[in-house]
């Protein structure tokens, strides 16, 4: 699939009445399956470009399954290089808080030991009221999760 990626973020740009002095973006569902890494890298100098910042939340399930070929490595040396933070999102089931926090403590040291990446939040898709409590030892943020909602 094939993204316009100038004129996406220059739509965003545009659309605001007073040119924005900081941009900060969510981009979920990475790395899709066969994406092009020349495609991702031009997707990091447009961000660059508008001296942006992107949150890149990845799936802890897809990581466990792909983190180790050679494009996703890629990617996530591209996003450390260029200092843009990765999150990770959680599909916990059964969804207790102790596999949560199990989940996440395997996610936090893949992630650091693989690709030198610190994870500072996540995002949780189960409903767990108590997701907050259960991953704050941890030291990572929940982020848009539903266990937040009320």
């Not at 890149?56 to 591209?78: A, N, T």
């Not at 999150?87 to 989940?103: D, G, N």
């Not at 995002?123 to 108590?130: A, D, G, I, W, Y």
């Amino acid at each position: 699939m094939y993204c316009n990626l100038d004129q996406l973020l220059d739509g965003c740009l545009k659309a605001r009445a007073k040119a924005p002095t900081r941009i900060a973006l969510m981009i979920e569902g990475f790395p899709r399956p066969h994406h092009p890494l020349m495609e991702f890298a031009k997707l990091l100098f447009l961000l660059r470009e508008h001296n942006a910042k992107a949150t890149f939340v990845v799936d802890w399930h897809d990581i466990r399954e792909r983190g180790l070929c050679s494009s996703v490595g890629q990617m996530m040396q591209l996003l450390r290089h260029n200092e843009h933070e990765v999150a990770v999102k959680f599909k916990a089931a059964p969804c207790s808080a102790s596999h949560l926090r199990q989940h996440a403590v395997e996610a936090l040291h893949f992630l650091q030991r693989v690709y030198g990446i610190t994870v500072v939040s996540v995002k949780v898709e189960c409903r767990l009221p108590n997701a907050t409590a259960a991953l704050q030892p941890l030291g990572v943020t929940v982020v848009d999760g539903i266990g937040e909602q009320r």
